[in-house]
């Protein structure tokens, strides 16, 4: 079963366009990862770079070149297997799950936001996106 | 169960209308507790509410992680701004 996207708590910044390709099906809270110069592609694998998080779906085909992405707010999203603690910094750890940066490892891109709560394993936490990076 | 909120595909551009609909050609057990509506569209789709929020005291209510379980809603505090509640829908 695929990881839960991530669903807004609080909205606290209006979603952006970035540019995506026009033929590919993204589902509405996904983590898109940073691919080309503002340009997003869906999360697929632990370390990839902080893109946003899919503010609607791309229905691949329709012509549109752009998708909205939030760069901010709070998230409901899931933890991955190594889980994520109270106020550290998170990386993707799998396509849509969490876990905690390691120390050494804040200043390279990896960083989504701050964990708002501890979380184990396929567990929720409120994810405040987008801030420390 | 897959549940589409706003600006999900099956649901996009859509005006829902929220009544309750039966066939008139069904079986007319309950059809007088229903409304009834004709169309003459060559394609008919329907959806239903999601329940994926619900509980029994609060029919749409915040989302919950493993260490928030309480409503978001409600107590919300002067100048704050308001938690995002969608109604989902299933087609």
């Known amino acids: 079963m695929a990881n839960a996207v991530l669903e807004l708590v609080f909205e606290t910044a209006p979603p952006i366009p970035m540019i995506c390709a026009e033929a590919t099906t993204i589902p509405k809270g996904t983590a898109l990862k940073l691919s080309a110069a503002f340009t997003v592609i869906a999360s697929g694998a632990a370390d990839d770079e902080f893109g946003g998080v899919a503010a609607e779906e791309k229905i691949g085909g329709d012509g549109k070149k752009t998708i909205a992405v939030y760069r901010d707010g709070i998230f409901k999203a899931e933890a991955g297997t190594t889980g994520v603690s109270l106020g550290m910094p998170c990386k993707l750890e799998a396509a849509n799950e969490f876990t905690t940066t390691a120390a050494n490892n804040s200043d390279i891109g990896y960083n989504w936001g701050i964990a708002l709560e501890a979380a184990t394993n396929g567990q929720f936490f409120l994810l405040d996106l987008g801030r420390g990076n | 169960m897959v549940y ?88």
């Open chain 2, 4 to 91: 589409d909120a706003a600006a999900e595909k099956d649901i996009r551009g859509i005006d829902i209308d929220k009544l309750v609909k039966g066939f008139g050609e069904l079986t007319p057990t309950f059809k007088n507790y229903c409304n009834k509506s004709k169309t003459k569209s060559r394609e008919i789709r329907w959806y239903r509410k999601g329940l994926s929020l619900a509980t029994a005291m609060n029919p749409l209510d915040s989302l919950t992680t493993n260490g928030v379980t309480g409503s978001l809603i409600a107590n919300t505090s002067f100048k704050s701004i308001p938690t995002v509640v969608e109604q989902k829908w299933e087609r």
